[in-house]
């Protein structure tokens, strides 16, 4: 029987998680591959704290140079996390003629053109199916299953962490940092949260994806990003009264010489599939011109979940090790001297439809003013709502606009602002519906 011999860096959750699979279904897996995975060493900083695994004698260690020069190990499962210390590692691995396992989305993000590069020179596998929505195999699908496609679009829920506060704020009403806590407690939030919250991790993830489906280098800084720290009850409230719940959602789409790739809450009607993925949940919807839409929902964070997609990858390894065929598909889905620099469009430039809430007084002629700016701009209302006035100060005012482009509306909003007769500066939530122009 042969044997595959594998170096883990990091034991924290994922890298736990990982060691789990492959100790308690090794049988399983030896079963399906035709030839054993040793886990010939974990590295981690604390050699102490019970994982609830039984490593053999030796195995844990606390130096991962060690593991990343050991001539024995074939594949290194980089389970660290961050951009310093793992991409040394990595980048030693690979000179070392490794195999390379990570679910590390912010190193792929931001230095993947350059672990593309060694990768191929050294003629090694890179895989990272679980740097994107945890156990669903969106990397798969889109190198593998959808190669004879021309894909157009990817719509994702692909942060667990943001999905699982939002879901907790409408669903239960209990407050941001309550959630933020939970979700901290649960295992799924990074160990910065702010990555999570700010929107940079889902961003991480649609860099990845973008270059997989559109056959483009990584481009992580032109990307927008807004998080979810801004999303109040209120807004949940009126989202909801108008047919809509608000996710944060990664959004891309082809566009004739160039992509459109955005983060940030987004309204979607309840007749969207997504609005209904809740929790820890992820999914993405990819939209190719033979498929259609195509949609996977699946954790997309937590030990086991994203462990499983680590495992799959693996193996997939260990099957073109075993047959001789490593480097059999490219890192990026595209061969490499095929890959484009397509350019990501500056939001300014983009059309949506938009939810705008304004506190202003409650006196005669303010909706005229406002709703003049916004024509004065091109921006045409769908519709407004204002709540009765409760007291002496801002009630909330609500407009629903048709299609109008970003920079219209924040140059219109800018000036409305500084009417004396709003209150504290508008907010503005992107609206993501197919039927958005209908008449309601
Ligand atoms: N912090 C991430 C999330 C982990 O919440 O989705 C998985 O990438």
Redesign the pocket.
């Known amino acids: 029987m042969k044997e595959i011999r594998i170096g883990l860096l990091g034991c924290g959750t994922v890298g736990t998680g990982a060691a789990r699979i492959l100790t308690e279904h090794a049988d399983l897996i030896e079963s399906r591959l035709g030839a054993g995975l040793t886990l010939k060493h974990v590295a981690d900083i604390d050699t102490e704290t019970d994982r609830g695994i039984r490593f053999g004698a030796g195995v844990f260690i606390n130096d991962a140079w060690q593991v990343v020069d050991d001539p024995d190990i074939d594949i290194i499962l980089e389970m660290i996390g961050g951009k310093t210390l793992a991409r040394d590692l990595m980048m030693r691995a690979i000179e070392n003629g490794k195999h390379v396992v990570t679910a590390n989305?912010a190193l792929l993000a931001s230095h993947g053109n350059e672990i593309l590069g060694a990768a191929s020179r050294r003629g090694v596998e890179v895989a990272y199916e679980a740097s994107v929505g945890?156990c669903m195999p969106i990397i798969k699908t889109l190198r593998e299953s959808l190669v004879g496609n021309r894909i157009s679009a990817m719509t994702g829920i692909?942060?667990?962490?943001?999905n699982y506060i939002l879901s907790r704020i409408t669903d239960e009403g209990i407050a941001f940092e309550t959630a933020l806590a939970q979700?901290q407690a649960e295992g799924?939030?990074?160990a910065d949260p702010s990555?999570?919250v700010d929107g940079l991790?889902t961003a991480h993830?649609l860099a990845i994806l973008n270059a997989l489906a559109y056959g483009m280098a990584i481009n992580l800084d032109d990307i927008a990003v807004e998080g979810i720290s801004s999303i109040t009850p209120m807004d949940i409230a009126f989202a909801r009264q108008f047919g809509y719940r608000i996710k944060l959602l990664a959004i891309s789409k082809l566009r004739e010489d160039a992509v459109e790739a955005r983060i940030h809450p987004t309204m979607i009607p309840f007749s969207n599939p997504l609005s209904n993925v809740n929790a820890?949940l992820?999914a993405v919807t990819v939209t190719g011109d033979a498929v259609g839409d195509v949609m996977l929902y699946g954790y997309?964070?937590g030990m086991l979940p994203?462990a499983s997609a680590v495992v799959g990858d693996v193996v997939d390894i260990a099957r073109n090790l075993l047959s001789n065929a490593a480097g059999r598909i490219p890192l990026f889905g595209c061969q490499p001297d095929r890959i484009r620099n397509i350019s990501v469009m500056p939001l300014d430039e983009i059309t949506m439809h938009y939810y705008i809430r304004f506190a202003a007084m409650d006196r005669p002629g303010v909706l005229s003013k406002i709703s003049g700016i916004l024509g004065n701009r091109g921006i045409s209302i769908k519709s407004v709502q204002q709540k009765g006035r409760q007291s002496e100060g801002a009630v909330p005012i609500v407009m629903m606009t048709h299609q109008a482009r970003e920079a219209d509306v924040k140059a219109a909003l800018s000036e409305i602002s500084a009417l004396d007769i709003v209150g504290v500066p508008p907010v503005l939530i992107r609206i993501e519906d197919e039927n958005g122009d209908e008449e309601s």
């Open positions: 989305k945890g692909l942060n667990g962490t943001c979700a799924f939030a990074e990555l999570d991790d993830k820890n992820n997309g964070a994203t």
